[in-house]
């Protein structure tokens, strides 16, 4: 009888500890050259009454917010980013466990500066269950060919005389494709299944 109390008894503090565990999770927002850092989640943590968080970005010096509000950070180079962030005591001394998190990210504003209305231009078929798409332009020439993914990353840079595009590397997904024919561009939204 005396092991089944211990036994019951260490189950239940157990179950108390798990319980008491802090957590926290980060969501990062893109839109153009700026980001918008987000505290989504935080479990058996108040931010303000507990402690706050901490984000350093591309190894800089830190940063505390005392809130929870969103952190929107602006003008950000092109190119691969960094950010982490982890909760921190009044003392500004990581909590115990570390509830951290690091997150990556591109910012490419190749595509935020693009009037769409320039170049009269069709890709098909959109969807593509198929290994090639046709561009079809009224003008003629040297087309470049930019396609990138939702998170705004490159994933292919080509120049053509061609009217179709090999596209049997890329997974399923959804793409923006750029055509620039004699300084001309258009952005288009390709599907790829």
Same mark, same amino acid.
């Given at each position: ?9 260490? #189950? ?6 798990? *319980? ?7 969501? #990062?927002?893109?839109?153009?050259? $700026?980001?918008? #850092?987000? =505290?989504? $989640?935080? /479990? ?9 968080? +901490? ?9 505390? @917010? +005392?809130?929870?509000?969103?952190? @929107? ?7 691969? +980013? ?7 005591? +009044? ?22 500066? =693009?009037?769409? $209305? ?7 078929? /959109? ?8 561009? =079809?332009?009224?003008? *003629? ?24 595009? /090999? ?14 024919? /004699?300084?001309?561009?258009? @952005?288009?939204?390709?599907? =790829?299944?």
């Amino acid at each position: 009888m005396k092991n089944l109390y211990v036994l019951l008894l260490f #189950l239940i503090s157990s179950n108390i500890s798990a *319980q008491d565990e802090v957590s926290a999770d980060w969501s #990062l927002t893109i839109n153009g050259n $700026e980001i918008i #850092l987000s =505290i989504v $989640e935080f /479990n058996n943590f108040t931010v303000g009454l507990d402690g706050h968080w +901490h984000y350093i970005l591309n190894e800089e010096e830190y940063v505390a @917010v +005392h809130d929870i509000n969103d952190v @929107v950070i602006s003008e950000l180079p092109d190119g691969e +980013h960094t950010i982490y962030v982890w909760l921190v005591d +009044h003392m500004h001394n990581a909590i115990d466990p570390p509830v951290e998190e690091t997150i990556s990210f591109t910012i490419d504003t190749g595509l935020s500066n =693009i009037d769409n $209305e320039i170049l009269d231009m069709k890709i098909y078929p /959109n969807p593509v269950s198929g290994d090639f798409v046709t561009i =079809i332009s009224p003008l *003629q020439g040297l087309k470049q060919i930019e396609v990138y993914s939702v998170t705004g990353r490159k994933v292919m840079d080509t120049k053509t005389y061609k009217s179709t595009l /090999n596209l049997s590397s890329f997974n399923s997904g959804i793409y923006m494709v750029k055509v620039t024919i /004699n300084d001309q561009s258009k @952005v288009s939204k390709l599907i =790829i299944r």
